[in-house]
C-alpha cells in the first residue's frame, strides 16, 4: 500500500514521511506502507485555485497507486481546522472519487505537533522546555515558539522539522494535540481499512 501525502511547506516534505514511517511502526507495525515523498504546494493557490487543486490531487493519486490513499495536510493558520478539512475533503472526493483521500489540519501549525510532545524534545538540539501544561494548538506562531526556545534562538523548518519528527514522543503528542489525534485516526483507518 502506498500514501502519497499533499504538504504545503519545505519542512513538511522532509519531516511528514519520518513522521509517516513512525506512525506505522507505532500503530500498525503488521502493515508495510510504502511512504512516497510529499507533493509541496502554495496553500492559497491549491486552496484557491480549482483547476490546481484538481492537478495536484491526480498527481497524489497516480504517486498512491491502486491500492493506496491521499493524505492532504496543511496548516489551519487561523481557520477552523474541522471546517477547512470537511471543505477539502468534499472537494477532494469530487476530483478524486477513485481513491480514499484523508485530510489532516493541523491546528495551528504542524509545529504544534511538536509543542504537544515539548518534553520528550527538552535538550534536543538545543530546545529546552521547563514543562508544565500548555496548550500546544494556541499559540498562533508556533514555529516562533519553539525557535524562542532553541539556544540562539533559530529553528530550521528544513533540519530541524525532521530532526523532530524522529525524536518527539508520538504518544505525547497523541495526547496533547486534537489534530495529531486526527492524523492518528485517519492512518488507523486507511491503513487497516486498506490492508
Given at each position: 500500500m502506498k500514501v502519497a501525502s499533499i504538504v504545503e511547506g519545505d519542512g513538511e516534505?522532509?519531516?511528514l514521511p519520518i513522521l509517516l514511517r513512525r506512525l506505522c511502526a507505532w500503530r500498525t507495525p503488521e502493515a508495510y506502507v510504502d511512504v512516497q515523498t510529499p507533493i509541496r504546494v502554495r496553500r492559497d493557490r491549491f486552496l484557491n485555485r480549482e483547476e490546481e487543486f484538481e492537478r495536484y490531487l491526480?498527481?497524489?493519486a497516480a504517486k498512491s497507486g491502486?491500492?493506496?490513499?491521499?493524505?492532504v495536510l496543511l496548516d489551519a493558520d487561523d481557520d477552523c481546522p474541522a471546517e477547512l478539512g470537511n471543505s477539502i475533503a468534499m472537494r477532494a472526493s469530487e476530483h478524486v472519487p477513485h481513491r480514499p483521500v484523508a485530510v489532516v489540519i493541523?491546528?495551528?501549525e504542524?509545529?504544534?505537533?511538536?509543542?504537544?510532545?515539548?518534553?520528550?524534545l527538552s535538550g534536543f538540539r538545543g530546545f529546552a522546555h521547563e514543562g508544565g501544561h500548555l496548550d500546544p494548538e494556541r499559540p498562533r506562531d508556533a514555529k516562533g515558539w519553539i525557535r524562542a526556545r532553541m539556544a540562539g534562538g533559530t529553528y530550521g523548518e528544513t533540519t530541524d522539522q525532521p530532526a523532530?519528527?524522529?525524536?518527539?514522543s508520538l504518544e505525547q503528542a497523541e495526547k496533547g494535540s486534537r489534530s495529531f489525534r486526527k492524523l492518528c485516526s485517519e492512518w488507523d483507518r486507511k491503513v487497516k481499512g486498506l490492508s
Open positions: 516534505v522532509a519531516a491526480h498527481l497524489a491502486d491500492d493506496g490513499w491521499i493524505l493541523a491546528n495551528r504542524f509545529e504544534a505537533w511538536f509543542i504537544a510532545s515539548a518534553d520528550s523532530f519528527a524522529t525524536h518527539m
